[in-house]
């Protein structure tokens, strides 16, 4: 490989990757959030088919991932020479449109509106993946320089969290009465205009990220999917953080799509969940200035660790003691985000990691299919969360319908089955993190610098 003759990596480049960030996450996490409760409460759509839909959906993802991931690996697209910028710019208009399909209150009935329900989630979940992959792939041929990686990982980090906690905060004003009702044409509404802040952003992106590495024509090989199945099962750093993002996932799908319900059916005040999302951004901000310092001294290995470890002692903790006052469990959810922020912060900085230990051990790179692998966990952790959050619900007797009542014992299991989701989430990463992936510090420094000499050596041949 080698690298364009362009300005420097700096602030421009990780902008773009906030904004990169934001983009896929206005479709994403408001469709993650509140895809299920739309179709159950307006659609009147029962948790046990939505159950069988995102477990339906997931399989079919098993087999088309792989193959979109490919894609920028197999041809380059466009006059540029960039690899994957030009896939993010066919995928990111469907990506939009999908998203206002999936909160389209539809006249249809029976077969015709499942069938609609279907087609819409699974169309969304084809054109995430063609935004998606390409935009988490690009990190590697932005810069090759492991702190450039690490701020890229921390910029991409705030995109999310910016829309996660921030844009999403204006949900349960917007789309719920003062009574909690449900406004079915206000999803719509936000629906449209979070389609269009997703494409203005990936533009964004695509105009301040430079791809400064490119593969010279002595280096492209003909593509062969089963040698990057061999390198990855052989990639023990990618294996751990796979197992860990789906815990991750667990939280971010599962905890987002049933907040509603606890802060709603138990808590009986919607009002709550605006205080949950804005709180998160002081939490975000803390751990924007302190995590990377505290890396730099111990490394992103044994940060995820202490503070996935802090924030299993705190979940647990909500979860064994039915905490009844809604804003005591709110500051107390807040206090334990801070451990599964750390955690976002750093996972991207680790997918990289693993895209070159790779090379460093297999000397093997290709970048988008085995980052398609790595996306597939994050839709595997999803389709878990999504699925077993609505058979879940189908089990403790939630009736699905705006009107509908539910029954105190159906209440009272509603929170333990929102907060036990943190739990399982700490300890797969933990497994993940802890006992798999080993690339601590050390490691990690002598993997750099044994890359760079040979990648230098390359470049005098």
Not at 181 to 200: K, S, Y
Not at 269 to 279: K, N, P, R, V
Request: aromatic share 14%; with cysteine; net charge positive.
């Amino acid at each position: 490989m080698n690298e364009k003759s362009v300005r420097p990596f700096g602030v421009k480049d990780q902008l773009g990757y906030v904004f990169g960030d934001m983009a896929g996450s206005f479709v994403n996490l408001f469709v993650d959030a509140y895809f299920l409760t739309f179709c159950t409460y307006i659609l009147g759509i029962s948790p046990g088919w939505m159950a069988g839909l995102f477990l339906a959906a997931r399989l079919w993802d098993a087999i088309n991932d792989p193959i979109m991931g490919s894609f920028p690996d197999r041809w380059l697209i466009g006059k540029s020479g960039d690899k994957f910028k030009p896939w993010v710019k066919l995928f990111m208009i469907p990506l939009a449109l999908s998203g206002v399909l999936c909160f389209t209150k539809v006249p249809f009935e029976g077969i015709a509106l499942h069938a609609w329900v279907a087609f819409s989630y699974v169309l969304y979940g084809m054109c995430y993946t063609g935004t998606s992959m390409p935009f988490g792939a690009m990190a590697s041929v932005v810069s090759t320089d492991p702190i450039d990686r690490s701020k890229l990982s921390r910029a991409r980090s705030i995109g999310g969290t910016l829309v996660g906690f921030g844009a999403l905060s204006i949900i349960p004003v917007v789309c719920f009465d003062k009574e909690s009702n449900i406004l079915p044409e206000r999803f719509t509404m936000v629906a449209v205009v979070f389609g269009i802040l997703c494409v203005v952003s990936y533009m964004l992106l695509c105009n301040l990220t430079v791809e400064r590495v490119r593969q010279t024509t002595t280096e492209k090989e003909p593509f062969q999917y089963g040698k990057v199945l061999k390198a990855a099962f052989r990639n023990r750093p990618l294996i751990g953080v796979m197992i860990a993002t789906v815990g991750s996932m667990l939280y971010i799908t599962g905890y987002s799509q049933l907040k509603s319900y606890i802060y709603k059916e138990f808590y009986q005040d919607t009002s709550f969940m605006t205080l949950a999302s804005l709180g998160s951004i002081p939490v975000m901000m803390v751990c924007f200035v302190m995590v990377p310092k505290i890396v730099a001294k111990f490394g992103k290995r044994t940060v995820i660790l202490v503070m996935s470890t802090y924030n299993l002692l705190v979940s647990s903790f909500i979860l064994f003691f039915q905490v009844k006052s809604p804003l005591a469990y709110t500051v107390l959810v807040l206090l334990a985000t801070i451990g599964q922020t750390a955690f976002t912060i750093l996972i991207w900085a680790l997918v990289t990691d693993c895209l070159d230990y790779s090379e460093w051990k297999m000397n093997f790179r290709a970048d988008g299919s085995m980052y398609s692998l790595y996306t597939f966990s994050r839709k595997v952790g999803s389709t878990i969360a999504s699925a077993g959050a609505a058979s879940a619900l189908a089990a403790i007797g939630y009736v699905a319908g705006a009107g509908a009542v539910q029954s105190a014992e159906t209440v009272n299991n509603i929170y333990y089955l929102v907060n036990a989701i943190p739990v399982i989430t700490c300890i797969l990463e933990l497994i993940g993190i802890g006992i798999i992936f080993n690339l601590d510090k050390e490691k990690t420094a002598e993997m750099y610098a044994e890359l760079e000499a040979r990648r230098k050596a390359a470049a005098q041949r």
